[in-house]
């Protein structure tokens, strides 16, 4: 029972262009969303987060977009660099009937090409 | 200031054999979540736990494998009697708060990865 999913295995971009990421969820509970970055033989680490009162939030090349009504989220990398070629989880969270899980996704790999 | 630390990186068992995963939190961290990552898949939750508890172990393995997070030391994830669909890379992640708290982020350790020969 996937309850966060990411529906694209892999996304290659042109260097300097936009990486559009998305993310969907089934449980409208979760309150809170994270996108982690994750480099081969590496553990995952933390890029951005969301609370679901907000709709955006920005870091420096990083926006993570949230559609509460589509249960959907999505993260834009620009412009997108070589260094950014790594596997993007999505993640979620919240209270009550979640528990205390954090619910990832499957990944998608992204390749920034020079 | 050492973040999440996970040991051994990487361990070889023979089939039957147990496989003991370590896991020390960051700093001020009291809560333990334990993942695995299959080949080829995302990342599952196993356990969750604080000290001398375990919160949540819905995603546990119901026979041969257990988690513990005693008052001293590491939180360690004992897999007896490894087969060879145990092999897997294991993250260890820790957090402040409770998961379901808002604004909680976990941070992960670089994982064990368990090859079963």
């Not at chain 2, 054999?17 to 995302?42: I, N």
Request: hydrophobic share 35%; with cysteine.
């Amino acid at each position: 029972d996937q309850q966060v999913k990411q529906n694209s295995p892999s996304l290659s971009v042109q260097e300097g262009r936009i990486s559009i990421l998305n993310c969907d969820y089934t449980n409208s509970m979760f309150d809170y969303f994270l996108w982690y970055k994750k480099y081969p033989a590496e553990g995952p680490t933390f890029l951005i987060s969301i609370s679901s009162i907000k709709d955006k939030n920005e870091d420096g090349r990083f926006t993570v977009f949230l559609n509460k009504s589509a249960k959907h989220l999505s993260l834009h990398i620009v412009p997108s660099q070589p260094g950014d070629s790594a596997v993007y989880f999505c993640a979620a969270s919240g209270i009550g009937n979640t528990g205390n899980q954090f619910y990832f996704g499957t990944g998608t790999s992204l390749t920034v090409i020079p | 200031n050492a973040g999440v630390m996970q040991n051994p990186r990487h361990l070889v068992r023979r089939r039957g054999q147990e496989a003991r995963l370590r896991c020390s939190p960051m700093k001020g961290h009291s809560h333990v979540y334990w993942y695995r990552q299959l080949p080829e898949e995302g990342l599952k939750f196993m356990v969750y736990l604080q000290k001398e508890n375990i919160i949540d172990e819905s995603g546990m393995p119901k026979e041969r494998f257990s988690a513990e997070f005693p008052k001293e030391g590491p939180s360690i994830l004992r897999i007896q009697q490894v087969v060879r669909g145990d092999s897997a890379a294991y993250f260890c992640a820790s957090s402040p708060f409770s998961g379901g708290l808002g604004a909680n982020v976990l941070t992960f350790g670089a994982g064990s990865r368990l090859t079963v020969l």
